[in-house]
């Protein structure tokens, strides 16, 4: 498995930008596919974005699709989640989570390395 630690959490106005990152460190990066995964108070756990490990393929929640970009640097080891016109919806702790493999993944059941989470957090 792989240790992924997420920063870059805070407090946001409605319509401003944040960028998540999470740093993995243990079994080398390029295997893993990455994603962004959420959990507002009171709710499940939902999908964000993921990206293959080359980073040549993406996908998102339409929730965030056209506002959020997920985005990875081999080299430096690290996966980033860039967030526009931010909303109160957006509010929510976000995870990153790793899984090895060549496909794209968006089930949290698939991933078997998870962060300890960042708080977002979006006043209106």
């Known amino acids: 498995q792989v240790q992924l630690v997420e920063s870059g959490g805070g407090l946001v106005q409605a319509g401003g930008s944040l960028t998540l990152s999470c740093a993995a460190s243990g079994r080398a990066f390029s295997v893993y596919c990455m994603a962004w995964f959420r959990q507002a108070p009171g709710k499940e756990r939902e999908f964000v974005a993921a990206i293959t490990r080359s980073g040549g393929s993406t996908t998102y929640a339409d929730s965030v699709k056209g506002r959020f970009t997920i985005f990875r640097d081999n080299a430096k080891n690290t996966v980033y989640l860039r967030m526009n016109s931010l909303n109160p919806e957006d509010t929510a702790v976000y995870y990153c989570?790793?899984?090895?493999?060549?496909?794209?993944?968006?089930?949290?059941?698939?991933?078997?390395?998870w962060g300890q989470g960042t708080q977002v957090t979006v006043s209106s």
């Open positions: 989570a790793a899984r090895p493999g060549l496909a794209l993944y968006t089930n949290e059941r698939d991933f078997n390395s």
